[in-house]
């Protein structure tokens, strides 16, 4: 798919009610934001005491203009870090840009083996101008595992730092196809657009947790309801769940956070060139309004739920990401979790660590 420009956008949907992409004013994509800690084998000269050292991976929503900058800053008792960012990619004509691994390899003089609260700050800069300001700031908890099995004194440093992404998991996003299209990444200075959309299905994503075997190669299964039928189902021929968030370990530990995205190829939010497929081939949700419910399987064994509203061509807009300010089109919604394949985590995390630091305003959970 091609996206259209945010000005063509009115213009082409004038008789749609479609997503209406306009630019957030650089702003941070806070969906996007995947803080992950690089375990340097060594610490001041010990080989058996690990640590660590951050890096960050986010999207920055423009206008962007000559001289515009990235930065990360975090800051811990006694230790203080801070990383220029290199765009790695951009959405369509540019409208926002792509952090990859800021901070990587940093030198092992630089790593801590600190577990606990960081405070960090995103900041855009620009030295033309003599501007600088932050785009988001919040903090993130630093844990820590044994690797290995012997039980020697020599061996007791052996960790391996993560962050606890625990508030993720009843986090869900359901979202219009064009959005996903308008979040895929290109070539810096790009000229793609979305001129010539003319349909668009419903997708969603989900956060679990567990070994990194668990659940990247676990059998996920989405089925969507209306009115307690199932109206379309999405069941990748292969584990759709990408480990954004694994520990640097060569243990599968039960510490991995894993998003896993569902494409309903037959759930149809709407169509500007309607009775092209023949009847039955999609569901027209844009013919059928009111609460919808996506149930999701793990290896067989319900996991996750989550409702939302459908009306007039357009998932209902709770508010939740516009209300937080989170850079987003996608819908945030509460996901209800079922059963004990996530293993142990802490069900009222969300309430105070959300959006690292930051929980939502009108989110709550079923």
Same mark, same amino acid.
């Given at each position: 798919?091609?996206?259209?420009?945010? +000005?063509?956008?009115?213009?082409?949907?004038?008789? *749609?009610?479609?997503?209406?992409?306009?630019?957030?004013?650089?702003?941070?994509?806070?969906?996007?934001?995947?803080? *992950?800690?690089?375990?340097?084998?060594?610490?001041?000269?010990?080989?058996?005491?690990?640590?660590?050292?951050?890096?960050?991976?986010?999207? +920055?929503?423009?206008?962007? #203009?000559?001289?515009?900058?990235?930065? +990360?800053?975090?800051?811990?008792?006694? #230790?203080?870090?801070?990383?220029?960012?290199?765009?790695?990619?951009?959405?369509?004509?540019?409208?926002?840009?792509?952090?990859?691994?800021?901070?990587?390899?940093?030198?092992?003089?630089?790593?801590?083996?600190?577990?606990?609260p960081i405070d960090f700050k995103i900041s855009l800069?620009?030295?033309?101008?003599?501007?600088?300001?932050?785009?988001?700031?919040?903090?993130?908890?630093?844990?820590?595992?044994?690797?290995?099995?012997?039980?020697?004194p020599k061996f007791a440093n052996n960790n391996v730092?993560?962050?606890?992404?625990?508030?993720?998991?009843?986090?869900?996003?359901?979202?219009?196809?064009?959005?996903?299209?308008?979040?895929?990444?290109?070539? $810096?200075?790009?000229?793609?657009?979305?001129?010539?959309?003319?349909?668009?299905?419903?997708?969603?994503?989900?956060?679990? #947790?567990?070994?990194?075997?668990?659940?990247?190669?676990?059998?996920?299964?989405?089925?969507?309801?209306?009115?307690?039928?199932?109206?379309?189902?999405?069941?990748?021929?292969?584990?759709?769940?990408?480990?954004?968030?694994?520990?640097?370990?060569?243990q599968d530990s039960p510490n991995s956070y894993c $998003?896993?995205?569902?494409?309903?190829?037959?759930?149809?939010?709407?169509? #500007?060139?309607?009775?092209?497929?023949?009847?039955?081939?999609?569901?027209?949700?844009?013919?059928?309004?009111?609460?919808?419910?996506?149930?999701?399987?793990?290896?067989?064994?319900?996991?996750?739920?989550?409702?939302?509203?459908?009306?007039?061509?357009?998932?209902?807009?709770?508010?939740?990401?516009?209300?937080?300010? $989170?850079?987003?089109?996608?819908? $945030?919604?509460?996901?209800?979790?079922?059963?004990?394949?996530?293993?142990?985590?802490?069900?009222?995390?969300?309430?105070?660590?959300?959006?690292?630091?930051?929980?939502?305003?009108?989110?709550?959970?079923?």
């Open positions: 798919m091609k996206r259209a420009s945010l +000005v063509a956008l009115f213009f082409v949907f004038a008789t *749609f009610t479609v997503p209406t992409l306009v630019a957030h004013a650089q702003s941070l994509d806070k969906t996007s934001v995947h803080f *992950f800690l690089q375990v340097h084998r060594g610490y001041k000269g010990d080989s058996e005491t690990w640590s660590w050292t951050p890096k960050v991976d986010f999207r +920055v929503n423009g206008p962007f #203009k000559p001289g515009d900058g990235v930065s +990360v800053e975090y800051s811990l008792p006694g #230790k203080a870090w801070k990383s220029d960012c290199v765009p790695f990619d951009a959405g369509p004509s540019s409208y926002w840009i792509g952090i990859r691994d800021c901070g990587q390899n940093m030198p092992d003089a630089e790593a801590v083996t600190y577990t606990g800069k620009n030295e033309l101008e003599g501007k600088n300001s932050v785009l988001f700031a919040g903090k993130f908890k630093v844990e820590k595992f044994h690797e290995g099995v012997v039980a020697l730092f993560y962050v606890n992404y625990d508030w993720r998991l009843p986090i869900a996003y359901v979202y219009d196809e064009y959005v996903y299209n308008y979040e895929h990444g290109h070539p $810096l200075g790009n000229s793609y657009t979305l001129d010539n959309v003319n349909e668009s299905r419903l997708m969603a994503a989900f956060w679990f #947790k567990g070994t990194m075997q668990g659940v990247a190669y676990s059998k996920y299964e989405a089925y969507l309801y209306h009115n307690g039928q199932v109206v379309d189902q999405a069941i990748p021929a292969s584990a759709v769940c990408s480990p954004l968030d694994r520990p640097d370990s060569n $998003l896993s995205t569902f494409n309903f190829l037959k759930a149809m939010l709407w169509n #500007k060139q309607p009775g092209v497929a023949g009847p039955g081939v999609y569901y027209e949700m844009y013919n059928n309004p009111g609460e919808y419910e996506i149930k999701v399987l793990q290896n067989g064994h319900l996991a996750r739920s989550a409702k939302f509203t459908f009306g007039d061509r357009k998932i209902t807009d709770n508010g939740i990401a516009k209300q937080n300010n $989170l850079g987003t089109y996608r819908i $945030l919604v509460p996901a209800a979790i079922s059963g004990d394949l996530d293993g142990t985590w802490d069900k009222n995390a969300w309430k105070t660590d959300a959006f690292f630091g930051n929980p939502l305003t009108g989110f709550t959970l079923p």
